[in-house]
């Protein structure tokens, strides 16, 4: 005797797929945004007597599309907002900013060739322009780059500039000083303060306030690049002559976020619980 199967309803078996396919493609994407960040090192240089160019480019490659796209603009702008090619192609990118130095420096460099011969003076200086882009920390839900830069373009000293930018992975979101609740919180004022007198090795106020350059301990700006993760937490960075002078280099103290967290945003404090 032939035994007889019961089949489901072609309804129930349509709702169930849908089910199934939606809870797989939930799953997938919920993975696809904590993956890590794929990269690829770029690098462009060269060196003669009178030019160092160098660029070292920690490029993203692989990822959630809006993430990739967000950090690739980020990286442009920062490098001078020229780039109008495809973002998918880092090497074009990195080339484009390097050869844009490369012939700046030379211009530089010809304007010293004439003054020498003008002048009877045969010295001519080596120009330099070095830029790093770096993943520098990474999460299950956000991602660090920072930038840094050192260029010697004749004079007394070169000069140097670092800053980052930390990225939300699901959608790409860059977090700048709008992170915080209240820029002007007690709290986040009192920590910068803290903060600024650890760089400076000061144990009060009328130190600090030596060291600072047209800044008033009580009133502490928010750097003009805001802040990053790190591992430590929040880090901020004040550029060469922003709040203090040439020598004091550039002022940073990192804040741990249980120090801090009150005054995140929920939008970024979600993502670093």
Not at 24 to 46: I, N, P, R
Not at 157 to 180: L, P
């Amino acid at each position: 005797m032939k035994k007889s199967f019961v089949h489901a309803p072609l309804s129930y078996i349509l709702v169930l797929t849908f089910v199934l396919l939606f809870a797989f493609s939930s799953c997938g994407t919920h993975h696809a945004d904590s993956q890590a960040l794929e990269t690829d090192s770029l690098s462009y240089t060269k060196y003669t007597k009178t030019l160092d160019v160098s660029y070292k480019v920690e490029y993203p490659i692989g990822g959630n599309k809006a993430l990739l796209r967000s950090i690739r603009e980020f990286i442009s702008e920062s490098l001078g907002d020229g780039y109008a090619g495809d973002l998918d192609e880092g090497d074009s990118l990195v080339a484009y900013y390097a050869k844009a130095d490369v012939d700046s420096l030379d211009g530089l460099v010809k304007e010293y060739e004439d003054a020498a011969k003008e002048y009877g003076d045969s010295e001519v200086p080596q120009l330099l322009s070095h830029v790093t882009v770096s993943k520098a920390y990474e999460t299950d839900n956000l991602v660090t780059y920072i930038i840094t830069t050192e260029s010697y373009t004749g004079g007394a000293h070169g000069g140097h500039t670092e800053f980052g930018a930390t990225f939300r992975k699901s959608d790409g979101r860059k977090f700048g000083s709008d992170m915080f609740v209240n820029r002007y919180a007690d709290g986040l004022t009192s920590a910068m303060k803290q903060g600024l007198m650890r760089y400076f090795k000061v144990s009060n106020e009328a130190q600090l306030r030596e060291n600072l350059m047209d800044v008033e301990p009580y009133d502490i700006p928010m750097p003009q690049y805001p802040p990053y993760l790190t591992l430590e937490g929040l880090t901020f960075t004040y550029q060469e002559y922003e709040i203090a002078a040439y020598a004091a280099g550039r002022p940073t103290f990192t804040i741990p976020l249980s120090q801090i967290k009150p005054q995140l945003i929920k939008a970024f404090a979600n993502e670093v619980k």
